[in-house]
């Protein structure tokens, strides 16, 4: 069973920082793509940010700058730092995978996790 569970998510101040996790299950990081995207309320899911199997990383303009992705592969979970964090996002925080390659992660992923959210108000 492919399962992959976010976590991190919470309430923070504008300018704050906040790290998201995602945790795999039933695949793993050496064959597999994962990506971060979010929807806010009345919005489309927006892509944000991908990791290939080979650890190449993509920014979508919107966080290139203020969000970071990494992979820890012995615990087979991928994370994204988010630091200077603006109103604008807050919503709910997708993980997502694909195998392999990161080319198209924004229009096309296989599996993915429920998703944490993520407030920023003061």
């Known amino acids: 069973q492919v399962q992959l569970v976010e976590s991190g998510g919470g309430l923070v101040q504008p300018g704050g920082s906040l790290r998201l996790s995602c945790a795999l299950s039933?695949?793993?990081?050496?064959?597999?793509?994962v990506g971060w995207f979010r929807q806010a309320p009345g919005k489309e899911r927006e892509g944000l940010s991908c990791?290939?199997?080979?650890?190449?990383?993509r920014y979508q303009d919107p966080v290139k700058g203020r969000f970071t992705i990494s992979r820890d592969s012995a615990k087979n979970t991928v994370y994204l730092q988010m630091n200077n964090l603006k109103p604008e996002d807050a919503a709910v925080y997708y993980c997502?995978?694909?195998?392999?390659?990161?080319?198209?992660?924004?229009?096309?992923?296989?599996?993915w996790g429920k998703g944490t959210l993520v407030t920023v108000s003061s």
């Open positions: 990791i290939s199997n080979t650890g190449d990383t």
């Open positions: 997502a995978s694909r195998p392999f390659e990161c080319s198209g992660y924004t229009l096309g992923m296989d599996y």
């Open positions: 039933g695949i793993t990081l050496s064959h597999y793509a």
